[in-house]
């Protein structure tokens, strides 16, 4: 079984578009995550929930928003596409939150977004 | 804040040993992860150092060295599949969210 699954795999869209990245994991995770990896491999956070209360927001522009229905699932809605946001989303879950032992991320297979 | 530096390539050839170098700043510190990105894939754990010294896991070892705010992965007996990029990490200073260096990039010939 897939621990962290992501859909859709490749997005291809115009600017100005609205879009959503779905995530879920079965592991039983409290704390979800999404990624941005930019075309040089930066890997930089946007968001993480714990128990469905975000407790981060790196700087990201309020056109992204995060939605988690459960504690499994964590949604990324993007509003009005630019060119810039071009990139592979990622996201991870891991049982808390970072600071505590090893605590290792488990990743999702990623998402390739293209704005034309 | 966070940040961390680790250089941006390293080649080496199959049986060869490498080391990857990564030196950070920051805010607190609860320990430094490493992680190893096939292109095309994610990141999939490989390490995490808490306390000074070496801990190793098969062909790679991770060190530590908190005084110097250095750690490294050493990788040993190279293959081909381990060509990739190695991304060392830490925690924001809220222990919320992993910072993560821009990654070295591992090419292993023939």
């Known amino acids: 079984d897939t621990a962290v699954s992501q859909t859709p795999k490749y997005l291809v869209t115009q600017m100005g578009n609205d879009k959503s990245i779905k995530c879920e994991q079965n592991?039983?995770?409290?704390?979800m995550y999404w990624y941005k990896q930019d075309s040089k491999k930066f890997l930089k956070i946007m968001f993480s929930?714990?128990?469905?209360?975000?407790?981060i927001n790196e700087t990201v522009p309020n056109r992204f928003s995060p939605k988690s229905p459960d504690k499994a699932h964590l949604n990324l809605h993007i509003n009005s596409l630019e060119l810039g946001d071009s990139a592979v989303y990622f996201c991870?879950?891991?049982?808390?939150?970072?600071?505590?032992?090893?605590?290792?991320?488990?990743f999702g297979p990623g998402t390739r977004l293209t704005v034309l | 804040g966070q940040s961390l530096e680790q250089p941006s390539e390293v080649t080496a050839v199959e049986g060869a040993i490498v080391q990857i170098n990564c030196t950070y700043q920051?805010?607190?510190?609860?320990?430094l992860s490493w992680y190893q990105q096939h292109d095309g894939g994610a990141p999939t754990f490989l390490s995490y150092?808490?306390?000074?010294g070496l801990e190793e896991t098969g062909r790679f070892s991770s060190f530590l060295s908190r005084s110097d705010s250095y750690g490294y992965l050493l990788l040993q007996e190279l293959q081909m599949k381990d060509s990739a990029s190695y991304f060392c990490?830490?925690?924001?200073?809220?222990?919320?969210?992993?910072?993560f260096g821009k990654g070295t990039t591992l090419s292993v010939s023939s």
């Open positions: 991870a879950s891991s049982q808390d939150g970072v600071g505590a032992s090893e605590n290792e991320q488990f």
């Open positions: 592991l039983g995770h409290d704390t």
């Open positions: 929930y714990n128990n469905k209360e975000l407790i």
């Open positions: 920051t805010s607190g510190f609860y320990g």
């Open positions: 150092n808490a306390l000074d």
């Open positions: 990490a830490v925690p924001n200073q809220a222990g919320t969210a992993l910072i």
